[in-house]
């Protein structure tokens, strides 16, 4: 990866003045249209969410500033476009630009938004007192509320695939799940969730959950659910590094599925950390001479750093250095940090949408599992983050054999020969799925590449009952092991199927699983035996 030197910028930003010239001619015509329209009374609203209600085309004066807020914002993000800057620091210059042009929004502000103004005479200022109640509760949170939690209860209504916690110890606990077929596959499936962020988005409620729909298709599946470390620990969590991740974490949970099974080898899937952690773990185990997975599956996840979309903007050696200045000896990385730096990364959706409805509204957030799990946010431990950071994001080192080392083991994704299956998201702004693609050249096994529509999450969460969404794949590469030159390559070549993905993965999944066998009726074994009913103890751990 490039980073940006903190040098390039702030500082002057020219543009070309026949660029610059452009720009203001095209704000001049497009100012008198909105005014002529205006005068003429034939002014609409614009095409923005933030601006749907009717409320906004009945007062001609608030309609007006919400279309010169729009194209004042379009002339800024022009004028960033053109500056004569590195790319890099254009990506920085953009990003802040968003975040002063959606905070700016005269949507946000009572004394300039119609539709809150018409609720507050509507319901006689009860809507301004429910709104400060809003704020009061939000503030002593210490964070924005996005649905309603008292609605959902782990255990209770969402994480509720019946399992067993069959292992714990400092880093994480191990979930078996109960079959719910009468025949298994022979090899088990050990699923690693990332840490940033606890398991249950892939067990929210029975109609979209990952675990249960494997569970349903015959595999038996194990699940890491990895502790939430707090200040006050005093038994090394806040240590914990890398290596221990990977070797007390994702390896000795594939050994634990590999006992408990009786199986030789198991498959393994990752999702996003989760993902990075499991392969990184798998070329540390090929490097100590052992392979115990028989195929791997990888969701949007980053092998090569290259690409890193939004969060680019984040990444230099000056960060860096003061992370790990200020983390690096067992301090931590918040919960509430991480959450307000992803949120900001798409804030009308995310911040500002919320701020209106619960604050100038007075409305109460609704119901969403995938909100209350977004909320339910995981600290890290400073060595692990800022090793993370450093050798992932801003030196891409993970891609380059044996430039990284566990305990004096070089690690190099190219020795792992296994089958994958890698799954990217198309509008995926965490990690760009043609970053994810790129896993298919670094891995040296057979792959299959699939694409699905939406994002980071809901392209993942895409349970087949819903029949929604859609994804693309082809099987040059699965077949003949012969893999495409690049991503839009791939995709030209590609074709489109309705609805999810998980059919695909769970037939291809099945091909590497070995036979079917009877189910076992009880969890564990004598040397695992179950401690705890899932969802176990560590995911309910709240972050302070």
């Known amino acids: 990866m490039s980073a940006s030197s903190p040098s390039q910028w702030p500082g002057p930003v020219s543009v070309a003045p026949e660029k610059l010239a452009e720009i203001q001619a095209d704000f001049s015509r497009e100012w008198l249209r909105i005014i002529t329209s ?91 007192g429910l709104g400060i109640q809003n704020l009061l509760a939000d503030m002593q949170k210490g964070r924005l509320t996005q649905s309603d939690e008292s609605q959902f209860e782990l255990g209770r209504n969402i994480a509720v695939t019946e399992g067993s916690v069959i292992f714990q110890n400092e880093l994480m606990q191990l979930i078996q799940y109960a079959p719910l077929t009468d025949k298994v596959h022979q090899k088990p499936l050990l699923i690693v969730p990332p840490c940033i962020n606890k398991y249950y988005i892939l067990d929210l409620q029975p109609e979209n959950s990952f675990v249960r729909y494997a569970v349903e298709q015959g595999f038996t599946v194990f699940l890491i659910s990895w502790r939430n470390p707090l200040p006050g620990d005093t038994d090394g969590i806040k240590d914990a590094t890398w290596g221990d991740y990977l070797k007390h974490g994702v390896l000795q949970a594939v050994d634990i599925a590999c006992d408990v099974s009786e199986q030789a080898q198991v498959n393994a899937l990752g999702f996003c950390v989760g993902g990075t952690l499991l392969a990184s773990a798998l070329a540390l185990a090929r490097a100590e001479g052992r392979d115990p997975v028989a195929s791997l599956t990888l969701l949007t996840t980053l092998l090569d750093f290259e690409e890193t979309g939004v969060l680019d903007v984040f990444v230099d050696e000056l960060h860096a250095s003061s992370r790990e200045r200020q983390l690096g000896h067992g301090c931590l990385m918040s919960a509430r940090e991480l959450g307000t730096t992803f949120s900001f990364l798409r804030p009308s959706e995310l911040v500002w949408n919320y701020v209106v409805n619960n604050y100038l509204k007075g409305e109460s957030p609704q119901k969403f599992d995938l909100l209350f799990w977004n909320a339910d946010g995981t600290n890290l431990p400073g060595p692990f983050f800022t090793w993370y950071f450093r050798n992932t994001y801003l030196e891409n080192n993970l891609k380059v054999p044996n430039r990284v080392t566990v305990d004096g083991q070089g690690i190099d994704l190219g020795r792992l020969t296994m089958p994958a299956y890698i799954y990217g998201s198309r509008d995926d702004h965490i990690v760009p799925w043609h970053a994810s693609y790129k896993a298919t050249h670094l891995l040296s096994g057979s792959s299959r590449f699939v694409l699905g529509a939406s994002g980071h999450i809901a392209g993942v969460i895409n349970h087949p009952a819903k029949k929604r969404r859609n994804y693309w794949v082809h099987d040059t590469e699965s077949s003949s092991g012969k893999k495409v030159s690049g991503p839009q390559a791939w995709l030209d070549a590609a074709t489109q199927h309705a609805g999810s993905w998980w059919p695909d993965w769970t037939s291809w999944l099945s091909s590497h699983s070995g036979g079917l066998v009877d189910a076992r009726t009880e969890l564990g074994n004598a040397h695992y035996m179950p401690l705890q009913p899932a969802p176990g103890d560590y995911v309910k751990v709240k972050a302070v």
């Open 38 to 128: 205006a005068q003429q009374g034939s002014l609409e609203k614009p095409a923005d969410r933030r601006f749907a209600s009717e409320a906004w085309k009945t007062h001609p004066g608030y309609l007006v500033a919400a279309h010169a807020y729009l194209l004042s914002a379009r002339a800024m993000n022009q004028m960033v476009d053109a500056a004569e800057l590195s790319e890099p620091v254009k990506n920085r210059l953009r990003f802040s630009v968003m975040q002063w042009v959606e905070a700016m929004s005269p949507s946000n502000f009572m004394v300039t938004n119609p539709e809150v103004q018409s609720k507050l005479l509507e319901t006689n200022g009860q809507s301004l």
